[in-house]
């Protein structure tokens, strides 16, 4: 129990249960903005009321969710000097700009126009009214890439150097633009869009399932279901090139992921641990559950290319293995799992039984869909720890250790302020469901009408 005596070890949980809380926000209201601009961009083509009432709905559960992520996400930033001052002393000069970027660039952007798309229905003209909507689908990607290049920097540090204490940037660019990004800020994308998609897709079934506005909530959970058809089979296929860019990357955090410890000889294939027991102490696993030539598939598209094993990296280099071993495969299980309710999905309409008669006595699809509605919030998650607690023990990979960035605080005053925030976020999320049920409860106006503005002309 001598980890609950390391303040470097609660800082890193501290910050581990901050972030996780707030991810789960920003990734539904990413997906929901532009969600809400297909649905005003539908409104504006065709002005069925539909897609009107459509629009009214979500934008009040994109409401709440867009407060209880800006205020979720407040301690996150300041956290980096509390607790993590000679990092941010080190890394400041660059680190601190990318998020003023998010904070000046993106939040502002989107707060700006939020209070348009909300409440100017009856103040600004169809036009304008979509450009708000616009602006706050753009601002809320924009914030998640600014989030996306800091951490993305943390796992490929470029464009710079350390110079008596300080990190140098000799080219911008390359430090904005790491080598991580592009699939890594792909593949996140991805996965606010996929996990909206299923949120909608359950809350519209549970609804359906109630009779309650059956050819309302049809209409979404259909538009849900047309569009993972295409994010599931292609979020699959970026998190796959992202595997093999990690491999390259951070071939110690592949190891880890993989409990794999030895690097396999030439001309023949490393196997995949489809289930392993890592035992660090011993380099070895208790047991493994193995398929030949997998892992070599995997990460290089050979079946003998060479991935390299934890026994190649000093094991002060290497990072945990259990956690990211575990964390990553619930991770995989998830996204099969979703292309899996995604074809069953696509039989199900095929032979009539997405129809307002039939649409209710789907239960076990629709069932399906509020699974996969938790199971996108897990696998979002798992997909985190796995890719922060398989840097370790890197805050900066390769370029500042963990323990060199911690703050001099004591074990005392970490813990205190673990607990207010475990506390805090509790009280906190509990509001969240009260008035998210109350929405949901409360359903859609079906006797709602455009501003004289907005209507038909």
């Known amino acids: ?76 930033e300041f956290q980096f ?172 955090k592949v190891a880890a992921i993989e409990a794999h410890w030895d690097t396999n000889k030439p001309g023949t294939g490393a196997p995949w641990n489809m289930l392993a027991w890592p035992d660090p102490d011993a380099e070895d696993n208790v047991f493994q559950i193995q398929i030949p030539y997998a892992l070599s598939l995997l990460i290089t598209h050979s079946p003998t290319g060479i991935v390299p094993g934890l026994k190649d990296f000093p094991k002060n280099d290497r990072p945990p293995i259990v956690l990211p071993f575990y964390a990553f495969r619930l991770m995989v299980g998830v996204g099969f799992a979703m292309i899996a309710v995604m074809a069953w999905t696509l039989w199900a309409w095929r032979r009539g039984a997405l129809t307002p008669e039939r649409a209710p006595g789907q239960g076990k699809l629709f069932y399906a869909w509020t699974l996969m509605a938790g199971g996108a919030y897990l696998a979002v998650l798992m997909g985190w720890i796995t890719r922060e607690v398989g840097r370790q023990p890197w805050l900066a990979y390769g370029l500042i250790r963990t323990g060199e960035g911690h703050s001099p605080l004591g074990a005392g005053e970490v813990g205190l302020s673990l607990a207010g925030f475990i506390l805090a976020y509790a009280v906190l999320f509990s509001l969240f469901l009260f008035f998210m049920a109350k929405l949901v409860r409360k359903g859609p106006d079906m006797d709602a009408l455009p501003p004289a503005a907005h209507a038909a002309k």
């Open 1 to 76: 129990m001598d980890f609950l005596t390391d303040p470097v070890f609660l800082s890193r949980v501290q910050f581990a249960l901050t972030t996780a809380f707030h991810i789960t926000f920003p990734t539904l209201t990413i997906g929901l903005a532009l969600f809400l601009v297909v649905l005003e961009w539908l409104w504006l083509r065709t002005h069925d009321l539909v897609y009107y009432r459509q629009f009214r709905f979500w934008a009040g559960l994109f409401a709440v969710n867009f407060a209880v992520g800006v205020v979720s996400g407040i301690p996150l």
């Open 81 to 252: 000097g509390a607790n993590w001052g000679p990092f941010s002393a080190t890394v400041g000069n660059f680190f601190g700009q990318i998020l003023g970027f998010e904070g000046t660039m993106a939040f502002m952007l989107e707060s700006a126009f939020l209070y348009i798309m909300l409440f100017g229905w009856k103040r600004v003209g169809p036009k304008m009214h979509f450009f708000a909507t616009i602006m706050v689908a753009f601002g809320s990607s924009l914030s998640a890439f600014w989030i996306l290049v800091a951490n993305s920097w943390m796992q490929t540090p470029s464009g710079g150097h350390i110079e008596n204490g300080i990190f140098v940037v000799t080219d911008y660019l390359a430090a904005v633009f790491s080598p991580d990004l592009p699939l890594a800020f792909s593949h996140m994308y991805l996965a606010c869009v996929e996990l909206t998609l299923f949120v909608i897709g359950a809350v519209s079934g549970v609804n359906i399932l109630l009779r309650r506005n059956v050819p309302f909530y049809l209409t979404s959970f259909k538009l849900a279901a047309a569009a993972v058809v295409v994010i599931a089979p292609l979020q699959a296929l970026v998190g796959d090139s992202n595997g093999q860019e990690i491999g390259r990357l951070q071939p110690a």
